[in-house]
């Protein structure tokens, strides 16, 4: 299977007069290929942004998975097998099993692109592959739309190679694009849109966690395919949404969701222990670096912590290979469609309202000097109250949008010292003899990272409460 990392521009081309301006290097042969694009029945591939094609060109047929990668440059892995007809080889589909639960994969679009273009070459460098993409949507085999798109593509270039070429074919009429991938213009898929502001809280959060629920499945073949840390991140981070808004509407819901609470526990472990080492690694790598004489030593420590985190990605890959995962998305698919209206006092505001008045019990309960386990229970409260805000937020209000950013400045400051805490017990755990002199000072710099925080925190826990009790002190 061969993987690259695809770096793109994509322009549109409105009529027939449009032509590439003169631009320096090397005609590109011309290229006509059919891409053969699949699917699940309920489309979730496309939905996550995720794009699966067999791709004949020559008599030679490979097929391609597109994955987004974080940020919003466009960049996509894009990873490439040959294979026929049949189906996708076994190296791409087993990156989509949580997808394959939805049915099996199906056809969904032909287009066959004609293709033309330069290789811009600048200072010697292959810096990109400017394309013109004469794409024909084809219905059994007859032509039934077209579209011309234009594709400038990283070769050996930067981002600044990216936005001058796309100056320049601006400038030749070319127009700016979403970057919409081709089968999404060839393919409609019903919009699933947030309910409106005044929806009952029932419908809100069910839209909240449908969207926990595609987080997990667009990051799922990342976190499998391991080639981006944020992908995990990501997972992790709709797991632990999931689980705060079931704990935050607890009281609304009794006991309903505590089953599938219970198993995002099981999988958030193991995410958690590879996510936690990632952030770790991260951490003390570039610090070693800067340890001068020590580095050697140094990095032997770091050499366990990598040894540690592939154990723990083994078993990661384990869990997500394993019946009861599945069984998870299918119970958060159920949970989703069949949430009941919540009875009482059901709206985002109050339960928003009362995890804001928690986390400010928990921080008037603190002492002068609290411990690191009492500042590792605020940061808890704080994140229950940032995502009850979120939800809150769905109201369209701007007081709790603000709320969000409070709280989340707040869980940042104190996952720095939980960082600082968790990296010195670490060193602590790993530290030899012949590496107990870098342990030590990149202990005593964890330290000095605690200390900052300590004085920093205060500050920060009371604009987040300041906030979010104005936010919710009068709304209904």
Same mark, same amino acid.
């Given at each position: 299977?061969?993987?690259?990392?695809?770096?793109?521009?994509?322009?549109?081309?409105?009529?027939?007069?449009?032509?590439?301006?003169?631009?320096?290097?090397?005609?590109?042969?011309?290229?006509?290929?059919?891409?053969?694009?699949?699917?699940?029945?309920?489309?979730?591939?496309?939905?996550?942004?995720?794009?699966?094609?067999?791709?004949?060109?020559?008599?030679?047929?490979?097929?391609?998975?597109?994955?987004?990668?974080?940020?919003?440059?466009?960049?996509?892995?894009?990873?490439?097998?040959?294979?026929?007809?049949?189906?996708?080889?076994?190296?791409?589909?087993?990156?989509?099993?949580?997808?394959?639960?939805?049915?099996?994969?199906?056809?969904?679009?032909?287009?066959?692109?004609?293709?033309?273009?330069?290789?811009?070459?600048?200072?010697?460098?292959?810096?990109?592959?400017?394309?013109?993409?004469?794409?024909?949507?084809?219905?059994?085999?007859?032509?039934?739309?077209?579209?011309?798109?234009?594709?400038?593509?990283?070769?050996?270039?930067?981002e600044g190679d990216l936005e001058a070429l796309g100056r320049l074919?601006?400038?030749?009429?070319?127009?700016?694009?979403?970057?919409?991938?081709?089968?999404?213009?060839?393919?409609?898929?019903?919009?699933?849109?947030?309910?409106?502001?005044?929806?009952?809280?029932?419908?809100?959060?069910?839209?909240?966690?449908?969207?926990?629920?595609?987080?997990?499945?667009?990051?799922?073949?990342?976190?499998?395919?391991?080639?981006?840390?944020?992908?995990?991140?990501?997972?992790?981070?709709?797991?632990?949404?999931?689980?705060?808004?079931?704990?935050?509407?607890?009281?609304?819901?009794?006991?309903?969701?505590?089953?599938?609470?219970?198993?995002?526990?099981?999988?958030?472990?193991?995410?958690?222990?590879?996510?936690?080492?990632?952030?770790?690694?991260?951490?003390?790598?570039?610090?070693?670096?800067? !340890?001068?004489?020590?580095?050697? @030593?140094?990095? &032997? %420590?770091?050499? $366990?912590?990598?040894? =540690? +985190? #592939?154990?723990? /990605?083994?078993?990661?890959?384990?869990?997500?290979?394993?019946?009861?995962?599945?069984?998870?998305?299918?119970?958060?698919?159920?949970?989703?469609?069949?949430?009941?209206?919540?009875?009482?006092?059901?709206?985002?505001?109050?339960?928003?309202?009362?995890?804001?008045?928690?986390?400010?019990?928990?921080?008037?309960?603190?002492?002068?000097?609290?411990?690191?386990?009492?500042?590792?229970?605020?940061?808890?409260?704080?994140?229950?109250?940032?995502?009850?805000?979120?939800?809150?937020?769905?109201?369209?209000?701007?007081?709790?949008?603000?709320?969000?950013?409070?709280?989340?400045?707040?869980?940042?400051?104190?996952?720095?010292?939980?960082?600082?805490?968790?990296?010195?017990?670490? !060193?602590?755990?790993?530290?030899? @003899?012949?590496? &107990? %002199?870098?342990? $030590?000072?990149?202990? =005593? +710099? #964890?330290?000095? /990272?605690?200390?900052?925080?300590r004085e920093a925190y205060p500050s920060a826990v009371s604009a987040a409460l300041r906030t979010g009790t104005k936010a919710?002190?009068?709304?209904?």
């Amino acid at each position: 299977m061969r993987a690259t990392l695809e770096r793109e521009l994509k322009l549109d081309v409105r009529g027939e007069s449009f032509s590439l301006p003169d631009l320096p290097g090397e005609q590109l042969p011309p290229r006509t290929f059919t891409s053969t694009y699949h699917d699940t029945p309920t489309r979730s591939l496309a939905r996550a942004g995720i794009t699966l094609r067999r791709r004949l060109e020559k008599g030679k047929s490979v097929w391609q998975l597109k994955l987004p990668r974080s940020g919003n440059d466009g960049a996509r892995d894009e990873l490439e097998a040959p294979g026929g007809p049949a189906g996708p080889p076994v190296s791409l589909k087993r990156l989509l099993s949580a997808h394959l639960r939805h049915g099996p994969l199906e056809p969904v679009a032909t287009l066959r692109t004609h293709r033309s273009g330069v290789a811009v070459v600048a200072d010697s460098r292959r810096t990109a592959d400017v394309t013109v993409d004469a794409v024909e949507i084809l219905d059994a085999g007859r032509s039934a739309g077209a579209f011309t798109e234009i594709e400038v593509e990283l070769v050996d270039g930067g981002e600044g190679d990216l936005e001058a070429l796309g100056r320049l074919l601006r400038k030749a009429g070319a127009r700016r694009s979403p970057g919409t991938p081709k089968l999404l213009r060839a393919l409609e898929l019903p919009a699933r849109d947030a309910p409106p502001e005044d929806a009952p809280l029932h419908a809100q959060l069910a839209h909240f966690l449908a969207v926990q629920l595609a987080a997990l499945e667009a990051r799922d073949p990342g976190v499998r395919l391991g080639t981006d840390a944020e992908d995990l991140h990501r997972f992790r981070v709709a797991t632990r949404r999931t689980r705060a808004l079931i704990r935050v509407t607890q009281p609304l819901l009794g006991d309903q969701l505590t089953p599938l609470a219970e198993e995002l526990r099981w999988l958030a472990g193991r995410v958690g222990a590879v996510r936690d080492l990632d952030v770790l690694l991260d951490r003390l790598g570039g610090e070693v670096e800067a !340890l001068d004489v020590d580095v050697a @030593a140094a990095r &032997a %420590l770091l050499g $366990g912590l990598e040894e =540690e +985190r #592939e154990a723990r /990605r083994a078993e990661l890959l384990q869990a997500l290979e394993s019946p009861r995962y599945l069984a998870l998305l299918t119970s958060f698919d159920a949970v989703v469609a069949a949430l009941p209206p919540l009875g009482g006092d059901g709206s985002s505001v109050s339960i928003a309202r009362a995890a804001v008045r928690k986390a400010q019990k928990a921080a008037a309960a603190l002492p002068a000097e609290p411990s690191d386990e009492e500042l590792h229970r605020l940061r808890i409260r704080a994140k229950r109250a940032r995502y009850a805000a979120e939800l809150a937020a769905l109201r369209g209000d701007k007081a709790a949008a603000r709320t969000v950013e409070a709280f989340k400045r707040l869980q940042d400051v104190l996952g720095e010292h939980q960082d600082a805490v968790v990296a010195e017990t670490r !060193l602590r755990t790993l530290a030899r @003899a012949k590496s &107990a %002199l870098p342990a $030590g000072r990149l202990i =005593e +710099r #964890e330290r000095e /990272r605690k200390r900052s925080v300590r004085e920093a925190y205060p500050s920060a826990v009371s604009a987040a409460l300041r906030t979010g009790t104005k936010a919710f002190a009068s709304l209904v």
